[in-house]
Every structure is written in structure tokens, then in C-alpha cells.
């Protein structure tokens, strides 16, 4: 079965530092995987997914994510830290099956903080 | 944009009350999901819906129930709210086997009293 663990509940950076949050995964099968965003009292928001193509996926506001099979990780990156990320990351994997095979498994998100 | 809407931002609700929850999509999507969020905890799926009059338990079904008559639509009811039920729900949907990414309702806070 999939899993994922992210590495840090909760992650402080300043103002323009970069910003690396952690998510590592286990899977059977090479995995989808996602990473979303939430602000308060909102909805999740995709960030950016990694579907098997480039290893190296962008995603909106200035994010990016590298898959890594040897280190099973899909970790989040930001060169510069922007008060407006300040918000909850959750990273999820699926198989892309349908079915419930195919449903989304989330972190348990990491909050970020961004000091002025 | 796909664009799923949940009925009520804020509930305030008594103890012992049914609680329907609403959410509907626009996009055709098959795929229909519910989550509750609680700090530390992250999302766990309460229920989900593979196409009209179709349900499966997610990881926490106990103390609630679905309904999906429409493609459109899908409720979660608490047929009798408790406490323990307060907390921040999720509605998600998603076409074909989900490799786009789920798309997102903006939650309702319910708050059981």
C-alpha cells in the first residue's frame, strides 16, 4: 500500500530564504504524485503534480518539485520565501488506477511560516 | 475551471441534529469525495462515489452517511451530530482515475454544540 510521510509538521523561513519542504513516499508502482496547498479556512489548491513525465515539475507560484526514485522523494522547493506562502503544504501519492486503488493518500501537510 | 461548491462556508449545529452537507461540481466528473480535516490529523476520507447511486466507506465512515442521486451532487449527512464531528469538511472531485489532481471545495467548518 502507498504512504507518505512529510517531514515536519511545521517549518519557519524568512522573508526571501529558500523554502524545502520535505514529502517522501512509499509505493509498489512508479506513483503520481501531487502537491497541494491550503490557506486559511480554504480549500486545497494543486500546486503541481509529477504524472511520469519530466522529473523536474513547476508549478504555480514560483514552486517546484523534484521526483527522486532512488531517494523515493518529491520533495517541494522555493528559492525565495514570499510572506503570501505563509499556508499549509500537503504532499499526496495515487497509483492513478481507478477504483480506490487510485485515491489520493495525503500527508499529514507541514505549515509554513514566513517571518518578515 | 472545474469549480466545486459546498453550500455553507460556517454550521453551527446542536447535538443529536441531522446535518446534511452539500456539494456539487460542474465539470461531469465521476469521482466524488469527502474529507474531514483536524488539526495534526491531516484529511481523512469519510466516504467516496464512483458514479450516481454508488458509495464506498473511506477510512472513518462511522457516524455518517452519503447520498449521490445526481452525478452533480453529493452529501454527506450525520444523521445524529456529536461533538466529536466538529471539524473542518472537504469536498473533492475528479475525472477518470484521477492523474489531473483532485479539484476542491472551499470546506465547510462545522462546529457541533
Known amino acids: 500500500a502507498q504512504s507518505v510521510t512529510q517531514l515536519g509538521s511545521h517549518v519557519s523561513v524568512s522573508e526571501g530564504a529558500l523554502v524545502l519542504l520535505r514529502c517522501n513516499y512509499s509505493?509498489?508502482?512508479?506513483?503520481?504524485l501531487f502537491w497541494y496547498v491550503q490557506y486559511p479556512n480554504q480549500g486545497l489548491q494543486l500546486l503541481l503534480k509529477y504524472t511520469s513525465a519530466a522529473t523536474l515539475v513547476k508549478g504555480i507560484n514560483g514552486f517546484e518539485a523534484e521526483f527522486k526514485k532512488s531517494e523515493t522523494s518529491f520533495h517541494l522547493t522555493k528559492p525565495s520565501a514570499h510572506m503570501s506562502d505563509a499556508a499549509e503544504y500537503f504532499c499526496?501519492?495515487?497509483?492513478?488506477?481507478?477504483?480506490?486503488?487510485?485515491?489520493?493518500?495525503f500527508g499529514k501537510g507541514t505549515k509554513l511560516s514566513v517571518k518578515p | 475551471d472545474v469549480k466545486v461548491t459546498q453550500s455553507s462556508r460556517y454550521l453551527v449545529k446542536r447535538t443529536g441534529e441531522k446535518v446534511f452537507l452539500e456539494c456539487v461540481q460542474d465539470m461531469d466528473h465521476e469521482n466524488m469525495f469527502w474529507y474531514r480535516q483536524d488539526p495534526g490529523l491531516g484529511l481523512r476520507l469519510i466516504y467516496f462515489?464512483?458514479?450516481?447511486?454508488?458509495?464506498e466507506k473511506g477510512d472513518i465512515p462511522e457516524g455518517y452517511s452519503v447520498s449521490r442521486e445526481k452525478k452533480e451532487r453529493f452529501s454527506l449527512i450525520l444523521e445524529s451530530a456529536s461533538t466529536n464531528q466538529t471539524s473542518m469538511y472537504l469536498c473533492?472531485?475528479?475525472f477518470g482515475e484521477g492523474v489531473a489532481g483532485y479539484t476542491f471545495g472551499s470546506g465547510t467548518r462545522l462546529t457541533v454544540v
Open positions: 509505493s509498489s508502482v512508479p506513483p503520481y
Open positions: 473533492a472531485s475528479v
Open positions: 462515489s464512483y458514479d450516481v447511486k454508488m458509495k
Open positions: 499526496a501519492v495515487s497509483l492513478g488506477y481507478g477504483g480506490s486503488q487510485g485515491n489520493l493518500i
